[in-house]
């Protein structure tokens, strides 16, 4: 256990929090990406590097962008629903 | 008075596991000294496999046939999540799509940004796929780059040139050929080895490109299959939202 140990595991602790206190869905997928990358970040330090490029790939790219794409259609369908 | 209980509950059960985890901790074994079984699959994959990456090695060698299973669920979630967003799409033309969205309102710099990302980001995919059985990587990991170096060309503004680069058919033939490609490997173990998934290819010299036998040749198939499945799920996504945007 070295300090790159320590603050790594401390970080995901803050980003896993910060992910489930957030309340804004939106906010909640940028949150989301960046404790990915902690969480990618914890893995690189624990010697285990091909977890840690599944997980960068996976949490910063796919996730955010899917989750990002059903808000806008659930909202623009919000939008329309009102409109009628 | 509910939520309180509730919640009281939930906290009790999470300092249970938290608990439960860091008695777990203490009985890992430390860094760097591989014992047992452990041990044993590490020899074997570099001395008998010739694979330098011991992770690839497991994933598409020693338990071949989970991944062929991981690769299948991957393929009919992408065929399945491809279904369920086309049945809400009207009978636009590609051109009409390419047009529902104004094409400034992209920021310039991030049009140069994407535009200057693809690239280098598509070799990295290429690289990280073929290089699967030397260094940390693979398959399914240069799979989603390449499939992420696609959607840049969307977040750099270029939704008319996005259907050029990647023509709805040509995701699906890839996502299908993958899959494809995987089994036939594996038919390929039964019939030159005697078992499905059997590794029957020449293993070479470790550390060259060519070499492992069937694990680069599998993680290439993993990496057009995978490049496929995310790229068609995430331009039916992308469909979707610049069809609503229009209607």
Redesign the interface.
């Known amino acids: 256990m070295t300090v790159l140990h320590v603050v790594a595991l401390a970080v995901v602790a803050v980003g896993g929090t910060t992910v489930v206190l957030v309340r804004d869905p939106v906010r909640q997928a940028l949150a989301a990406s960046v404790f990915g990358l902690a969480l990618a970040l914890l893995f690189f330090a624990f ?1 285990a ?2 977890v ?3 997980q960068i ?2 949490a910063t ?2 996730v955010p ?2 989750i990002l ?2 808000l ?2 659930l909202r ?2 919000e939008d ?1 629903e009102r409109r009628r | 008075m509910r939520v309180r209980r509730r919640s009281a509950i939930a906290l009790l059960a999470l300092a249970a596991l938290a608990a439960a985890v860091a008695w777990a901790a203490t009985e890992l074994t430390p860094f760097g000294t591989p014992s047992g079984p452990a041990d044993a699959v590490v020899r074997t994959l570099v001395h008998e496999r010739h694979a330098a990456n011991t992770v690839n090695g497991v994933t598409y060698d020693l338990r071949g046939l989970d991944t062929l299973g991981e690769e299948l669920i991957l393929f009919v979630a992408a065929l399945g999540s491809a279904v369920l967003l086309r049945h809400g799409r009207g009978e636009r033309d590609a051109g009409e799509r390419a047009e529902a969205r104004p094409s400034g309102r992209t920021a310039d710099a991030l049009r140069a940004a994407g535009a200057a990302l693809v690239g280098p980001l598509v070799v990295l995919g290429v690289y990280v796929v073929v290089h699967g059985h030397l260094s940390p990587g693979g398959g399914f990991q240069g799979g989603v780059i390449l499939a992420a170096g696609l959607l840049l060309v969307y977040a750099a503004g270029q939704v008319a040139m996005l259907e050029r680069v990647e023509p709805r058919a040509l995701v699906e033939v890839a996502e299908a050929s993958g899959a494809l490609a995987f089994a036939l490997v594996a038919i390929g173990g039964l019939v030159f080895a005697g078992a499905a998934l059997a590794n029957f290819l020449p293993f070479g010299t470790t550390g060259n490109l060519l070499s492992a036998g069937t694990i680069p040749v599998l993680s290439v198939a993993v990496g057009v299959e995978v490049t496929g499945a995310v790229a068609l799920i995430l331009t039916e996504l992308l469909d979707q939202t610049l069809l609503a945007g229009s209607a």
């Open positions: 010697q590097p091909d840690a490029i599944s790939v996976v790219v796919a962008v899917m794409l059903t806008t259609k623009r369908d329309e």
